[in-house]
């Protein structure tokens, strides 16, 4: 067992600083030695579902890798969603698996399955340790494995790791001392500037019309304020939506309502240069309008080495970080006169004067509900979005000055609330995590957590189930949609709630929905839940009404510059 105590040894050498377990027999060994080294540092959660994603939302808010540690058998493939998420969305999490020794694989032992490579499509790399430390050469790999995979999970492109550790019995003698000489490797990175004959520094100086297009980004108070001293270039707009986490430099943070479906755009609104850089972007018409663009130069800026062709336009790739290229970049003061900023600016303005308009008189439903939380929830604060309605509801409106977290990697429903959760222990700031009735449901195991932290503040936005599919053409229209995908249930989410020992209220119309959101908010106190019903699935059709209501006033606004042009001539 040498080889378990220098592990913990390493990766607390190493810099490792939160450790979430999930108890088990054949781990007991390696929790043990992590206890040992990291004390009060680890967390016990049971479900290891809920566990993996509690670890990534610490790692969102560290930026450095969680340890995770499970029992073998099925408990290694609840990890499975949350290293997913972890691997898609670039978070680096350390997935430490106890298992069987080869010789018991297939053997019909307890809780044995195969688990070598188990997560292969989902993590960077996957290693496994030596059974034991028998001779010199077991201790020197599993120290060069420990290293290594540390490294790989805080890389360029950082990710989720994994490390099989098959471990014999007897699982509970002394573990030893730490080794004298204990191997650690240290990395440096060196990130150079854009040399000057950059093809891509050439296509930014001579584009007439820029587009930055951000996906999601963790918040990064430095990298925010260099692309707000961009901004001031005249040629460019910049559309990032909330969870790219720069609001204050963004032209557009709603392109949801400020792009528009089945209508031409002028000359004065299209790019020459398209910038792409950041994970994922939720809004379907920002994809469309991007694919629909021709003529146009694009580059994927992204230290990935696979190509990123999300637009299906992409005509080259510079491999490097974002903020090392944006950061050099200076922005042109001549061509103050430029229309494509100017459409772009305005464009964003009228639509958020629609949107303000349309939703003064509108009946108690989603879209009005998310209108009182995106104007009531505190400035500087953090939003967790849920999954499916709440992340696109939430980018109708103003973003303002907020930080904005969410599980877009490969946007899963199972594990939002554990994910809030993980955050909200590393940081000081109230956590709102608003999630549907379907996602608090799914992942209400969240709750099954000794330590809880009590900056945590759950809004659930309850439509009566799956109240996403009532928005899409077509899923509410067949004859299996009410039976098999509508997913109504019978939770009392008070009872829930109670089970768990959290506090709760609710309130289920307009009269009642501000007084509720301030109670939530003054009360700092303590975990609390807020349940919101809507009636008629957040009635939808309010919704789908807003849109018409959007491209009805795009039409009339070309058709009046038609006849502008018309008497013109």
Request: glycine share 6%.
């Amino acid at each position: 067992m040498q080889h378990i105590t220098d592990f913990a040894e390493i990766l607390h050498r190493q810099g490792i600083g939160d450790i979430v377990v999930s108890p088990g027999s054949r781990n007991a060994p390696l929790t043990r030695a992590f206890f040992n080294r990291f004390g009060k540092k680890c967390k016990s959660l049971v479900d290891e579902r809920s566990a993996a994603y509690f670890a990534l939302g610490q790692s969102l808010a560290t930026g450095k890798p969680t340890v995770l540690i499970s029992t073998s058998g099925t408990a290694v493939l609840n990890y499975a969603p949350a290293i997913a998420e972890a691997f898609h969305q670039q978070i680096p999490l350390l997935v430490i698996t106890a298992d069987r020794p080869a010789e018991w694989i297939g053997q019909k032992d307890n809780q044995t399955i195969g688990q070598r490579d188990i997560f292969r499509n989902y993590v960077k790399a996957s290693y496994t340790f030596p059974v034991e430390s028998s001779c010199p050469d077991d201790l020197w790999l599993s120290h060069r494995i420990a290293n290594e995979a540390f490294l790989k999970t805080i890389a360029a492109c950082p990710g989720p790791v994994h490390i099989n550790v098959p471990l014999r019995e007897p699982l509970y003698e002394t573990l030893p001392c730490a080794s004298e000489n204990i191997w650690i490797i240290k990395k440096e990175v060196d990130e150079t500037c854009l040399p000057p004959a950059s093809g891509f520094l050439e296509d930014w100086e001579k584009a007439a019309s820029i587009m930055l297009i951000c996906g999601q980004m963790l918040p990064d108070t430095n990298f925010a304020e260099n692309l707000k001293k961009l901004s001031a270039d005249p040629r460019l707009a910049i559309i990032a939506e909330p969870i790219a986490n720069i609001n204050e430099a963004a032209t557009v943070t709603n392109p949801d309502v400020v792009l528009k479906t089945n209508c031409g755009y002028p000359k004065e609104a299209l790019p020459d240069l398209v910038i792409y850089f950041g994970g994922q972007v939720v809004s379907k018409k920002t994809k469309l309008f991007l694919r629909g663009l021709q003529k146009t130069n694009f580059w994927h800026i992204s230290q990935e080495d696979n190509l990123v062709d999300t637009f299906r336009n992409i005509n080259a790739h510079l491999c490097a970080g974002p903020a090392s290229v944006l950061k050099n970049l200076k922005p042109q003061s001549h061509k103050s006169d430029n229309l494509f900023k100017k459409y772009w600016e305005n464009e964003s303005i009228k639509a958020s004067e629609n949107i303000e308009g349309y939703t003064k008189e509108i009946p108690y439903s989603d879209l009005l509900v998310f209108k009182h939380l995106s104007e009531m929830l505190p400035e500087g604060s953090v939003i967790f979005a849920g999954n499916s309605n709440s992340v696109r509801y939430l980018q109708y409106f103003s973003p303002r000055r907020r930080k904005y977290y969410a599980n877009r990697g490969v946007s899963g429903i199972d594990g939002c609330l554990s994910t809030a959760a993980g955050l909200a222990s590393k940081i000081q700031e109230q956590v709102y995590a608003i999630v549907g009735d379907l996602s608090f449901v799914y992942d209400s195991n969240a709750l099954w957590n000794r330590e809880l932290p009590k900056n945590l503040k759950i809004i659930i936005i309850n439509n009566e189930g799956g109240g996403i599919f009532h928005l899409l053409n077509g899923p509410s229209g067949h004859e299996a949609f009410y039976p098999l995908e509508n997913a109504h249930h019978p939770v009392d989410f008070k009872k829930l709630s109670g089970a768990f020992g959290i506090s709760y209220q609710s309130c289920s119309s307009e009269k009642d929905i501000q007084c509720s959101i301030q109670k939530l908010i003054q009360n700092d106190k303590e975990t609390q839940i807020l349940e919101i019903k809507t009636p008629g699935n957040g009635k939808p059709q309010i919704t789908k009404d807003f849109f018409e209501f959007l491209n009805i006033r795009h039409g009339e606004e070309m058709d009046n510059a038609e006849r502008i042009q018309r008497n013109k001539i």
